[in-house]
């Protein structure tokens, strides 16, 4: 089980990602979680939406420079060494992560060469992989409402 994650290359200059977020929210498109990297001039701006297809629309009429691949999401335990515990079995299997970045509460991407190898080796551990339509639903508030 993959979600899709949309990476978007933009000129690192004020306004930029702005443009980006306010047309999703012109969309109704909900970011779930993000990572920016800069490279300089340039950045890759990855996403993680509830739903990718719109927010690949939305990008196409923007003009913006855009892919979309499947990654995988976990949701972890909220206990100490639960991160530590999921990159020993990758690394000890061989797997190598080639970046991670945290979405809201416990979940967190992982982006691996090998999914379905990922896939296979996560799923005696106890963690729960996460599919691109629970990433739809609302979220429940922190705060109780």
């Known amino acids: 089980m993959s979600v899709r994650q949309i990476s978007v290359f933009l000129e690192s200059r004020p306004g930029h990602l702005r443009r980006v977020l ?16 800069d490279t300089g001039d340039y950045g890759i701006v990855r996403f993680v939406v509830d739903d990718p297809e719109r927010a690949m629309g939305v990008l196409k009429n923007m003009g ?12 972890l335990a909220d206990e100490p060494g639960e991160l530590a515990r ?11 992560v080639t970046y991670s970045y945290s979405l809201i509460s416990t979940f967190i991407v ?36």
């Open 110 to 145: 992982l982006s691996v060469k090998d999914l379905a190898r990922a896939e296979e080796l996560l799923a005696g551990e106890p963690v729960e992989l996460v599919g691109q339509e629970e990433l739809a639903e609302p979220l429940a508030s922190t705060d109780g409402r």
């Open 86 to 96: 999921v990159m020993g079995v990758m690394a000890d299997c061989g797997v190598n």
């Open 22 to 37: 306010d047309a999703f929210v012109a969309a109704d498109v909900s970011v779930r979680g993000y990572c920016a990297s």
């Open 64 to 75: 913006a420079a855009a892919t979309a691949s499947e990654v995988l999401c976990l949701r």
